[in-house]
């Protein structure tokens, strides 16, 4: 995939100046600066959080002056996510948005409507020295985790994005910790996995250092040695298990109703544990969270706005 090398560099340098504000201003006061946690509950808007409150007031006899949802004290403001060509946005437009703060058309990642390139937010924080990290319940090569951390001209090439996930462009690696599905975007097809490039990025992920987890047992493991703990105290001192790659499904993850919780790890534990493992050693970190709405969103907010 053609990047555009002095457009990127140009531009990031631009978000790395906005972002230094803070970092200067925090630097000042002898403070980290801030963690960025952003939780993207795909295609829930404005109407069903009101929708749920109004649910919640008249099933529990709730007073709608303090009938608040678990993301309302976290909540800081809103974004316009609307697709540069078509009326209904898609994940890709709305991912680049998020990350971006460019609006482009349904398909495009890390491109704005004018197929100029635009560098996220995730890239920014990586140049001021965050670790970073991404975790879905989608493949993670789906759109809105692409959004933050590739740049192609269509979110199908999921191929491409897997490889850029893990380094191969004109930023290097940007991403300290990818967990979710997707494996099969990794995998070669003689493999049953879907790269006709025949390419094993899991076995050059390891080559290249990067902690590989497959399967819910590899995730407790990782666990043990203290990264996947629901206490912030455990998740100190494990810089070296970092990079990490864990694909725990082919494909998406299961609806939470559907899930083995032998086989894939929930989206509470893969959130806390990442942010576990990206916290240490007194550095900030960037950590996005996606989640399908069906996979247990109500339930799965809760222990990350608690832990943290």
Not at 24 to 50: C, M, W, Y
Not at 158 to 185: F, N
Not at 223 to 229: F, L
Request: net charge negative.
């Amino acid at each position: 995939m053609f990047i555009k090398t002095k457009t990127l560099l140009a531009s990031l340098f631009n978000v790395v100046i906005m972002l230094g504000m803070v970092s200067a201003e925090n630097d000042s006061h002898h403070k980290r600066s801030p963690s960025v946690i952003v939780l993207i509950p795909d295609g829930f808007g404005a109407s069903q959080a009101t929708l749920t409150r109004e649910f919640l007031r008249a099933r529990d006899g709730l007073d709608e002056r303090f009938n608040k949802l678990a993301f309302d004290d976290y909540h800081v403001g809103s974004i316009m996510t609307k697709s540069a060509n078509n009326l209904v946005t898609d994940s890709a437009a709305a991912g680049t948005a998020f990350a971006c703060g460019a609006n482009t058309n349904n398909g495009i990642i890390g491109y704005d409507e004018n197929i100029e390139i635009c560098p996220t937010v995730l890239e920014g924080a990586k140049a001021l020295g965050y670790r970073t990290g991404l975790v879905s319940t989608t493949r993670i090569t789906h759109a809105t985790p692409a959004a933050y951390s590739s740049h192609v001209y269509d979110r199908d090439f999921e191929e491409d994005i897997a490889a850029m996930q893990l380094g191969e462009y004109v930023l290097g690696p940007q991403v300290d910790l990818l967990w979710g599905g997707g494996r099969s975007m990794f995998t070669p097809a003689s493999a049953n996995g879907s790269r006709v490039d025949e390419r094993d990025l899991v076995a050059e992920a390891k080559e290249k250092g990067w902690n590989v987890v497959l399967s819910k047992i590899e995730f407790d493991a990782y666990g043990k040695d203290g990264k996947a703990r629901r206490s912030r105290i455990a998740g100190r001192n494990n810089g070296g298990h970092l990079p990490s790659l864990g694909l725990f499904a082919d494909s998406h993850l299961d609806y939470d109703i559907d899930r083995d919780e032998s086989e894939q790890p929930s989206l509470a534990e893969m959130a806390i544990g990442a942010m576990n493992a990206l916290d240490h050693d007194n550095k900030p970190f960037f950590l996005m969270v996606r989640l399908h709405p069906l996979h247990n969103c109500s339930q799965s907010l809760h222990p990350i706005g608690r832990s943290w």
